[in-house]
């Protein structure tokens, strides 16, 4: 069992910047796709960007430009660094760790943290 940790959220100006954090209780070594996901007030949570542990990222087109992704695996932390953020980017953000594997497949999620972007 992983658990995931979200912090960094916040009240932020447009325009301003953001960095989440996703600790994880172990080793994110052993997970094939981290992500961050986002939920607004009456919409479907979507994913925002994800890394595979080989270091292949993707992410919304929403986001394209501005977001970014990484992983500190020495530290079992995933970060999503949010610049020139808008008010449509308000919403909970939680991060998200899956492994692949037929044996001991995993799909982990943490409690999410908010974002709020003032206009």
């Known amino acids: 069992q992983v658990q995931l940790v979200e912090s960094g959220g916040g009240l932020v100006q447009a325009g301003g910047s953001l960095r989440l954090s996703c600790a994880a209780s172990?080793?994110?070594?052993?997970?094939?796709?981290m992500g961050w996901y986002r939920q607004a007030p009456g919409k479907q949570r979507e994913l925002v960007a994800a890394?595979?542990?080989?270091?292949?990222?993707n992410y919304a087109d929403s986001v394209k430009g501005r977001f970014t992704i990484s992983r500190d695996n020495g530290k079992n932390t995933v970060y999503l660094q949010m610049n020139s953020l808008k008010p449509e980017d308000t919403a909970v953000y939680y991060c998200?760790?899956?492994?692949?594997?037929?044996?001991?497949?995993?799909?982990?999620w943490g409690q999410g943290t908010q974002v709020t972007v003032s206009s």
């Open positions: 998200n760790a899956r492994r692949i594997s037929w044996a001991n497949p995993g799909d982990y």
């Open positions: 890394m595979t542990t080989g270091g292949t990222t």
């Open positions: 172990g080793s994110i070594l052993s997970m094939n796709l």
